[in-house]
Nanobody, 118 residues
């Protein structure tokens, strides 16, 4: 599956952004989707994911209650709604896909930059 992320930008602290990731190439509903981020000079870390069947979501502790992941299988899209953003959320955000409940994300989109100013 090919993934393309979009929706990043510059926002003030306390603001919101919605990231989108468009998928193509395979049966979208067979893939779990996730968002990861990489801040400057730091490792890429998990942000959120949603199961291929759609009903279950997971979040990193530092975004829980502020970020919401969702998917629209009819549109082959996955979203990350980010609220109450802080400078610590500044990073390049990546969407990724894995087949059903595989432990490995095999498919990655290009990143989209999110910058939160204080």
């Amino acid at each position: 599956v090919q993934l393309q992320a979009s929706g990043g930008g510059l926002v003030q602290a306390g603001g919101s952004l919605r990231l989108s990731c468009a998928a193509s190439g395979r049966t979208f509903s067979n893939y779990g989707l996730g968002w990861f981020r990489q801040a400057p000079e730091k490792d890429r870390t998990f942000v959120a994911s949603i199961r291929w069947s759609g009903g279950t979501t997971w979040y990193a502790d530092d975004v829980k209650g502020r970020f919401t992941i969702s998917r629209d299988n009819a549109k082959n899209m996955v979203y990350l709604q980010m609220d109450s953003l802080g400078p610590e959320d500044t990073a390049v955000y990546y969407c990724a896909g894995r087949y059903k409940d595989s432990l490995i994300y095999d498919f990655w989109g290009q990143g989209t930059q999110v910058t939160v100013s204080s």
